[in-house]
């Protein structure tokens, strides 16, 4: 599967950004996803995941109740709507793909994940 993510931009702390995460290949629909996030100083870090089906999902702490993850697999395209944006989560963001049904907590290491798109940029300014 190819993913191809796009949607980063600049946005002041308190605001919203929905970035997207377009896959092709006709297995899209059997992969789970999950988005990472990474700057030059840190090393990379889950951000939020989602099963196949879209009925499960799991993030890190440092996001809960702000940022959603979601699916549509008809349009083979997942997102993660960033709410209530911080100067910290300034990161290239990345998505990834892993096979699996539900995403547990072993779903939250860079390492399960076998696919990988290029890199959004977020920049949050304060």
């Known amino acids: 599967v190819q993913l191809q993510a796009s949607g980063g931009g600049l946005v002041q702390a308190g605001g919203s950004l929905r970035i997207s995460c377009a896959a092709s290949?006709?297995?899209?629909?059997?992969?789970?996803m999950g988005w990472f996030r990474q700057t030059p100083v840190k090393e990379r870090e889950f951000v939020a995941a989602i099963s196949r089906s879209g009925g499960s999902t799991n993030y890190a702490d440092s996001v809960k109740g702000r940022f959603t993850i979601s699916r549509d697999n008809a349009k083979n395209t997942v997102y993660l709507q960033m709410n209530s944006l911080r100067p910290e989560d300034t990161a290239v963001y990345y998505c990834?793909?892993?096979?699996?049904?539900?995403?547990?907590?072993?779903?939250?290491?860079?390492?399960?994940?076998?696919?990988w798109g290029q890199g959004t940029l977020v920049t949050v300014s304060s």
């Open positions: 290949g006709r297995t899209y629909i059997t992969y789970a």
């Open positions: 990834a793909a892993a096979g699996g049904g539900s995403v547990n907590s072993a779903f939250q290491s860079q390492y399960v994940y076998g696919y």
